[in-house]
């Protein structure tokens, strides 16, 4: 077996050794990551969506009882979970008009977000193709 040299292997380590390829391998690792992570993102909202549209009713109460745990959690708050779960403890009308208004801006906040990143024409934007 006779070894012979390799043009582009030379070339590919004379890169990699390079400092100012290092500077471009450093720039370009961050972008991938920024990407990465904003592919992430996209993708959580995207199944946050999903899942709401997919059962509002089960998604809000889910969520309703993540918020409630997690706000427990940080005031230092104990509570009857069994009691709380009952309808009485949830049925003032005020209350239910508010939380209601609040999911929906909510979840069109979300959407607004979601179609802006995912470049989505919005209905009533005046532009026809």
Same mark, same amino acid.
Request: overall charge positive; some cysteine; aromatic content about 8%.
């Given at each position: 077996?006779?070894?012979? $040299? $390799? @043009?582009? &292997? =030379? ?30 993102? =996209? ?27 997690? =706000? &427990?959690?940080?005031? @230092?708050?104990?509570? $009857?979970?069994?009691?709380?779960? &009952? ?29 802006? $990143? ?8 005046? @532009?026809? @193709?």
């Amino acid at each position: 077996m006779v070894e012979v $040299d $390799d @043009n582009l &292997k =030379l070339q590919m380590n004379n890169f990699m050794v390079s400092t100012v390829s290092q500077g471009d391998i450093m720039t370009l690792d961050q972008k991938i990551y920024e990407t990465v992570d904003s592919i992430k993102a =996209l993708k959580t909202k995207r199944e946050f969506m999903l899942s709401f549209a997919s059962d509002p009713y089960g998604f809000v109460n889910k969520w309703l009882i993540s918020q409630s745990r997690d =706000l &427990k959690v940080m005031m @230092n708050i104990e509570g $009857d979970p069994e009691e709380e779960r &009952k309808s009485r403890f949830l049925s003032k009308r005020l209350a239910q008009g508010r939380v209601c208004r609040y999911f929906y801006a909510k979840v069109q906040q979300r959407r607004a977000e979601l179609e802006r $990143d995912l470049g989505v024409r919005q209905l009533g934007s005046g @532009n026809s @193709n």
